[in-house]
């Protein structure tokens, strides 16, 4: 039954881990921890930017914010 994901997931003495064809050993599949996580690694990266770069950030956004309030 290897093509339902049972292959080597079920090895001799059950010693090798599987995740049973849905996705991989590890693999987090809740939305919310993954849209959580995302949403971290952005403010992290948004933080290691220097001073110049994250004020560039900030009045494209606001530039932009003003654009769509007048497009709408």
Request: glycine fraction near 20%.
């Amino acid at each position: 039954m290897v093509e339902y994901g049972n292959g080597i997931g079920h090895g001799a003495a059950g010693q090798v881990g599987g995740s049973g064809g849905g996705g991989g050993a590890g693999v987090n599949t809740d939305w919310s921890v993954q849209i959580g996580n995302a949403a971290s690694d952005a403010w992290n990266t948004f933080t290691a930017l220097p001073a110049w770069e994250m004020a560039l950030i900030v009045i494209l956004l606001i530039g932009a914010l003003v654009v769509v309030r007048r497009a709408l």
